[in-house]
């Protein structure tokens, strides 16, 4: 076995990190009035830089902006789709985690013109990025997967007269990522990653439920989810990777969403073509192994077993027991290991110091190091 030279990386993470305290002061400031913008994004710049250095330093052959220019994972891409704002109504989302439950309420959406790609998202910050890693680190960029546009409002968020015939949506949606993937691989990105909870969340009969009460087909809906997913990135330049990252909801180490991989696995890991999958499996949520059966050659499969919803350390030995246990499904050369989610999927950030953190992610990679190095 050996360390791998292209993404995804034999130890990896997802994207989000914890925000620095004078980063969260300075966008208080700016929320305020104390600061402008050109302040802030100095701010953040050189939050970023110190951000690059400790992935680098913890070992990892790739780096995130750790999404320190975001509000949230989302949410911040979405609404600068041409054709899509957000709009006075909101929406709750209701979270759990160990000592009980908390809801998220944010904006939601309208889609009240033709969707398309307005500008190069986070075009100026990825190349801030790549600008700032080290020979053989590879810069990451991480964006919302096509799903979450529909996920978030379903058909009532499209506006009929804009899309009477909702196929023309798909296909704007489709073409708008296109687009996006082209131009950030021409900025220079090799590793894209699609952050999707709603390929995560349909395998909770619950989600399916909300679905069906608001007149989706939850039976189906993962099967429109891959094709468009398919549709955004078919044309992708030779020399991108692209992975997606499925987990169960991220905010405030709380989780939305419970289940195994089973309802979409078949047709998931079958015939979403991406080159690896980012899977969340740090607890008994995510169910077991046994889906990744369904895992085709020439595909990777990032465990995410370190997790980011607490501070305990685990241990490098349950780890490796962990990951013999998955190799029994899909071959240990197509294996990595990152944690299972972003440890800061919104601004508010997971329950967890700096410092757990980051023995979080060297955990990581020195396993990955005595296992595949």
């Known amino acids: 076995m050996t360390l791998r030279d292209t993404p995804p990386f034999r130890a990896d993470h997802v994207g989000s990190l914890l925000r620095p305290g004078p980063l969260l002061t300075a966008r208080e400031r700016k929320a305020a009035g104390e600061i402008g913008a050109d302040e802030l994004r100095a701010i953040e710049d050189d939050a970023i830089r110190d951000v690059i250095r400790m992935q680098r330093d ?30 006075d109504e909101k929406i709750q989302v209701h979270f759990r985690n160990d000592q009980g439950e908390l809801d998220f309420e944010s904006a939601a959406l309208a889609i009240d013109a033709p969707v398309r790609l307005a500008e190069t998202i986070f075009g100026d910050d990825f190349t801030f990025l790549a600008n700032g890693v080290d020979d053989g680190v590879t810069a990451k960029l991480t964006i919302p997967s096509p799903s979450m546009v529909h996920y978030r409002g379903g058909r009532a968020a499209i506006d009929p007269k804009v899309y009477p015939d909702e196929e023309q949506f798909w296909a704007d949606l489709s073409a708008a990522y296109a687009e996006q993937v082209r131009r950030v691989a021409g900025l220079g990105c090799r590793y894209l990653q699609l952050d999707d909870t709603s390929l995560a969340y349909l395998n909770d009969p619950a989600q399916r439920r909300l679905l069906n009460d608001r007149g989706d087909d939850a039976e189906h809906q993962h099967l429109r989810y891959i094709r468009q997913i ?12 692209v992975t997606t990252h499925m987990c169960r909801g991220n905010f405030r180490s709380s989780w939305a969403a419970e289940g195994g991989y089973d309802f979409v696995a078949e047709a998931l890991f079958s015939e979403l073509a991406v080159d690896g999958f980012f899977l969340e499996y740090d607890d008994e949520r995510s169910g077991g192994f046994a889906p990744l059966r369904f895992v085709p050659p020439g595909k990777m499969v990032v465990l995410g077993l370190v997790t980011t919803k607490k501070g305990a350390l685990e241990s490098k030995d349950a780890l490796k027991r962990r990951i013999d246990e998955a190799a029994t499904y899909v071959p240990l050369d197509r294996i990595c290991l990152s944690p299972q989610c972003g440890f800061s999927s919104t601004v508010e950030g997971n329950v967890l110091t700096y410092d757990e953190e980051v023995a979080k992610l060297r955990l990581i990679a020195e396993t990955a190091e005595e296992i595949w190095g």
């Not at 949230?72 to 704002?85: A, E, K, N, T, V």
């Open 230 to 241: 398919n549709a955004a990135i078919a044309d992708r330049p030779a020399g991108l990777a």
């Open 58 to 87: 913890v070992g990892l052959r790739s780096a995130t902006d750790g999404e320190f220019r975001r509000t949230s994972w989302h949410m911040d891409f979405i609404y600068r789709l041409g054709g899509i704002r957000p709009t």
